[in-house]
């Protein structure tokens, strides 16, 4: 339900590679995890990846502003 929310990238994430990559290649901007197929500690390391990688623009950017042009035109939704 989260991505159907304009402005939200949400990543469901179960590995630190899946957390990183979301946030370097997609800017995902919310990160969701499954209570019960990711224990507390693993839960714990995926969040600090996630929240320390950061976007790395370039040929990634390209994708993002599809998704945030295709919210503008057909959602209403602001940049």
């Known amino acids: 339900m989260a991505n159907k ?6 990543a469901s994430c179960s590995d630190t590679f899946t957390a990183a ?3 370097a290649h997609n800017d995902a901007n919310v990160l969701t995890l ?3 197929v990711i224990g ?12 320390a990688a950061e976007f790395e623009g370039g040929r990634h ?4 502003s599809k998704v945030l042009d295709f ?3 057909y959602l209403g939704s602001r940049r």
């Not at 507390?40 to 929240?51: K, N, T």
């Not at 950017?61 to 993002?64: A, F, K, Q, T």
């Open 5 to 10: 929310v304009p402005g939200i990238r949400a």
């Open 34 to 36: 499954g209570a019960r």
């Open 40 to 51: 507390s500690g693993l839960a714990r390391e995926i969040v600090r990846v996630w929240l």
């Open 61 to 64: 950017m390209r994708r993002v």
């Open 71 to 73: 919210e503008a035109r």
């Open 21 to 23: 990559m979301s946030r």
